[in-house]
Structure formats: structure tokens, C-alpha cells
Antibody, heavy 118, light 107 residues
Framework: QVQLVQSGAEVKKPGASVKVSCKAS????????IHWVRQAPGQGLEWMGR????????NYAQKFRGRVNVTRDTSITTVFMELSSLRFDDTAVYYC???????????WGQGTRVTVSS | DIQMTQSPSSLSASIGDRVTLTCRAS??????LAWYQQLPGKAPKLLLS???RLESGVPSRFSGSGSGADYTLTISSLQPEDFAAYYC?????????FGQGTKLEIK
């Protein structure tokens, strides 16, 4: 069965960077994009970007360009999302999600809570 | 970016009620719409894609309709496990964007 397993919770100071991992299993890793979606406390869902695991090609939401970097390691079927220059309002749960037909999000990771606090 | 607006933002209803949630896009999105359910503390779950295509395992009391820029999600007879937040998402263009959600609460 398809599984996306994310790394554990993080607490970071403003200005620092955080790197969250998403380990994929149960399907051919190179066949589907992996996206990152975040959810601030009590708020809705916000798409951040995605990676094509076959090519390594990425697309990012304008809001995060220059601060986010999504990479993958095909040898361990894992995608990484690094967010830099963290601010207090980056406090959120970060989800990875696998798409279908490059359109919507069928499988989700369990979420990684990132807290930015001084 | 396409803006997605959901209404109402919250809704109180009773077990057995029929409820309809609305999602409006800032432009026509050619039926490129998905709906998700999110239980507290959990990841979202895909319910429907292409407006009305039910995902495997999703109960038939969930249905979707609409066209152009206006779409709805209907739950025909609310069950206790349906009280959750619901989000629409367009995939007509990038970036994929979500509505702000409708929180469905027990009356």
C-alpha cells in the first residue's frame, strides 16, 4: 500500500532553516509528483511546491520562491523540503502528498509540525 | 492565482441532515475540482475529483456537482464521522489553490 512517512516535529528559531523529509513506499517512486502543502494553526491548506521525482524538476508557489527548496534522493525514495529564513508565521504543519495525473492529492503523509519560536 | 471561496465558513447540522457546501472559483475552472475531508489532527483525505468522481471507499452519501466557477459538495444524510472540515481545490492551473474550508459541526 502507498505510504508517505514524514520526519518528526521541529522547533526552530527565526532566521533558521528547517528540512523535512518524506519517505515514499508502495509504488514506483518516479511515476508520481510529490507536493508540499502546509497548514498554519486553525487555518486552511496552502500549496507550496512540488517535485517530479523522475527528473528532479520543481515548481514553487510564488510566495515561497527563494525560500523553499524541494529535492529528492531516488536511492532511498525520499523527498526533502527545506524552508529557509524562517519567520514566526511559518509555524505550521507541513504535509507531503502524492498526486494522481499531476492534478490532485491522493495520498498524504502524516504531517510534520514546525514551530518557529524565539 | 485562482482564488477559491467556500461558504459557509462553518455550519451546524444534525445527524441525518442533508447539507450542501459551496465552492466558488475566481474564474471558470473547467470541472478541475477536488474535495477533501479533514478530521481534527489528521491529514486531508480526498473525497471526490473532477467535480463528482467519488474516490474508492468514499460513501455514496457524498456527491458533487457544478460547472464553470461554481461547485457544491452534498452530504445526503449526515453521519457522526462526517463532522469535519471540508476543502475544495482547483487543479485547472498552477499553483493549485484551496478554499479556506467549511467546518461542519454537530448541532
Amino acid at each position: 500500500q502507498v505510504q508517505l512517512v514524514q520526519s518528526g516535529a521541529e522547533v526552530k528559531k527565526p532566521g533558521a532553516s528547517v528540512k523535512v523529509s518524506c519517505k515514499a513506499s508502495g509504488y514506483t517512486f518516479s511515476d508520481f509528483n510529490i507536493h508540499w502543502v502546509r497548514q498554519a494553526p486553525g487555518q486552511g491548506l496552502e500549496w507550496m511546491g512540488r517535485i517530479n521525482p523522475k527528473t528532479g524538476g520543481t515548481n514553487y508557489a510564488q510566495k515561497f520562491r527563494g525560500r523553499v527548496n524541494v529535492t529528492r534522493d531516488t536511492s532511498i525514495t525520499t523527498v526533502f523540503m527545506e524552508l529557509s529564513s524562517l519567520r514566526f508565521d511559518d509555524t505550521a504543519v507541513y504535509y507531503c502528498a502524492r498526486d494522481r495525473d499531476a492534478e490532485f492529492f491522493v495520498f498524504w503523509g502524516q504531517g510534520t509540525r514546525v514551530t518557529v519560536s524565539s | 492565482d485562482i482564488q477559491m471561496t467556500q461558504s459557509p465558513s462553518s455550519l451546524s447540522a444534525s445527524i441525518g441532515d442533508r447539507v450542501t457546501l459551496t465552492c466558488r472559483a475566481s474564474q471558470a475552472i473547467s470541472n478541475s475540482l477536488a474535495w477533501y475531508q479533514q478530521l481534527p489532527g489528521k491529514a486531508p483525505k480526498l473525497l471526490l475529483s473532477a467535480v463528482s468522481r467519488l474516490e474508492s471507499g468514499v460513501p455514496s452519501r457524498f456527491s458533487g456537482s457544478g460547472s464553470g466557477a461554481d461547485y457544491t459538495l452534498t452530504i445526503s444524510s449526515l453521519q457522526p464521522e462526517d463532522f469535519a472540515a471540508y476543502y475544495c481545490q482547483q487543479y485547472f492551473t498552477s499553483p493549485r489553490t484551496f478554499g479556506q474550508g467549511t467546518k461542519l459541526e454537530i448541532k
